[in-house]
């Protein structure tokens, strides 16, 4: 999967920009404030229809603009898709060849990108909430079935809170949502297990390749509760325990949308005793291994680094930069980046009226 043209209309900082990238790496570079980020980040908003930076739409248009505009052609094999985003202050449109997109799981579909960005190195110290997206979104990018349970998993979350909110909780209701939340929470907990299997599989290698070192690093994962035969009966267990706990919170307290997953370098949690240095690094190993899990080559994503060269040293930049060469198509943003074979693009502000 590769990006090759890609036009911003009134996006972020940007009156209008296009460019046609090329497979391979492709580096944005420019000063601070030219819009490196902005660029990436409207390539991760064609996967996603959403920002890595904001959670408002609003501010991803221009100062002074009504609307803006994303416009991409993405090649998949030798098929090739037009993507048309078009933002304005009550919302967004979406359209692939013309036809407009009602959801965002077709989008996903379409359009597969990995970010790493610098709060990544938080990844292991931070929220369980990001690492918990960042298995989410994984997964739903390789399977559709996930998407499915995840998407019907967080309706009945919600209906669910919804009830315990209420000034008189119905019970019986309660106990039907809470047996429907066991019923979804089973296969999540079991594709979960699995990837963070296949994870495993490949991570020392990535990280080996990325450091030079024989280190042991594993994902592991925290189910609420551990798959089994009896996995349903012992979940409603937990529910029925937690029950008086979540009707005094007004909130459903357990669950695979609290679950988490630490990671694990030489025996030891990365998050609470490795160095910023290690944290890093097993960061961008993690946030790489989805690429190697999708069996399609053309279907793997597109990779986007943003800002990450000048937080590393010249031995960790050269050796990512030649893992780097395995991918299809990479962007990178620095502002100052020169490598063998790259194709390289100045970022910078310009004024040109388009609508």
Do not use: W
Request: glycine share 6%.
């Amino acid at each position: 999967m590769i990006v090759k043209t890609l036009t911003l209309k009134g996006f972020r900082n940007h009156d209008y920009l296009t460019y046609d990238f090329n497979e391979g790496m492709n580096i944005l570079t420019g000063h601070n404030g030219a819009g490196k980020t902005n660029v990436v980040e409207s390539l991760y908003y064609l996967s996603l229809a959403r920002s890595f930076r904001l959670n408002d739409d609003e501010g991803l248009i221009k100062k002074g603009r009504d609307n803006a505009e994303i416009y991409a052609e993405v090649k998949e094999g030798e098929l090739t898709r037009k993507i048309r985003v078009l933002l304005n202050q009550t919302g967004k449109q979406i359209f692939i060849n013309g036809k407009p997109v009602n959801k965002v799981s077709e989008l996903a579909r379409v359009v597969n990108v990995i970010l790493f960005e610098p709060k990544d190195v938080l990844l292991f110290r931070g929220s369980p909430k990001n690492r918990r997206t960042f298995l989410d979104v994984s997964l739903a990018k390789k399977s559709a079935s996930y998407l499915d349970y995840i998407s019907r998993y967080e309706k009945v979350l919600k209906e669910r809170n919804e009830l315990l909110k209420s000034e008189k909780v119905d019970r019986v209701l309660l106990d039907t949502t809470t047996e429907m939340l066991v019923k979804l929470s089973c296969p999540i907990v079991s594709y979960r297990q699995m990837y963070v299997k296949d994870i495993n599989d490949i991570l020392n290698k990535i990280t080996r390749a990325l450091t030079g070192e024989d280190d042991k690093i594993e994902v592991v994962y925290k189910p609420f509760i551990e798959q089994s035969v009896d996995f349903e009966s012992k979940a409603l267990e937990a529910f029925k325990r937690a029950e008086e706990s979540d009707l005094r919170k007004k909130a459903t307290s357990i669950g695979v949308h609290r679950e988490d997953f630490t990671v694990n370098l030489n025996g030891r949690d990365i998050g609470e005793y490795g160095s910023q240095g290690e944290n890093r690094i097993a960061a961008l190993a993690l946030k790489l291994c989805p690429y190697f899990l999708i069996e399609d080559k053309d279907k793997r994503p597109i990779v986007v680094l943003d800002d990450v060269m000048s937080e590393l040293d010249q031995q960790h930049r050269l050796r990512l930069i030649t893992f780097l060469k395995k991918f299809e198509q990479v962007f990178i943003t620095a502002t100052r980046l020169e490598v063998a074979g790259a194709s390289n693009y100045q970022i910078k502000k310009k004024k040109k009226e388009v609508f």
